[in-house]
């Protein structure tokens, strides 16, 4: 065989062979398969869940119950769903402004709200768990 004719077969089988090579990994990479430990994945927003491991009496902190009595100004009434939105007054701080932020609650009793208006102010009782504060008690002082 001659020697230009052998140069050619080879050189001709070793680009067949890099190019299997190169059709191999290409393929490998794109279809995503990888030894590495990270992964991606898309966020969608939503409520989270968690799954936490503890012993003894565990209670979440949303549904520890809440009782207090406290004193406001009524900014916002909703007969129709029954609520009431008091702006808390600051206790026990001398020369604190009026910068607590009012907070919405159900009233136990529509009839509570009968003789309130916005601006008025009241003092209150209040019980609940998690995100539900309920106003107990309502008066005008």
Do not use: C, Y
């Not at 966020?43 to 968690?50: E, M, N, R, S, Y």
């Amino acid at each position: 065989m001659p020697l230009r004719r052998r140069t050619v077969l080879i050189n001709g089988g070793l680009v067949v062979v890099l190019a299997g090579v190169a059709v191999v990994g290409w393929t490998t990479l794109a279809s995503g398969s990888s030894t590495s430990t990270g992964r991606t994945a898309t966020v969608h927003k939503g409520t989270f869940l968690a799954t936490v491991a503890a012993t003894g009496t565990v209670i979440s902190p949303g549904d520890v119950g809440v009782s207090f009595s406290s004193t406001g100004t009524v900014t916002k009434i909703d007969r129709i769903i029954g609520t009431l939105t008091v702006q808390q007054t600051q206790s026990g701080t001398v020369g604190a402004g009026n910068g607590a932020t009012a907070e919405e609650f159900k009233v136990q009793d529509g009839a509570m709200l009968n003789d309130v208006h916005a601006g008025d102010r009241v003092s209150f009782s209040v019980t609940g768990t998690g995100d539900t504060k309920t106003i107990t008690k309502l008066d005008k002082p």
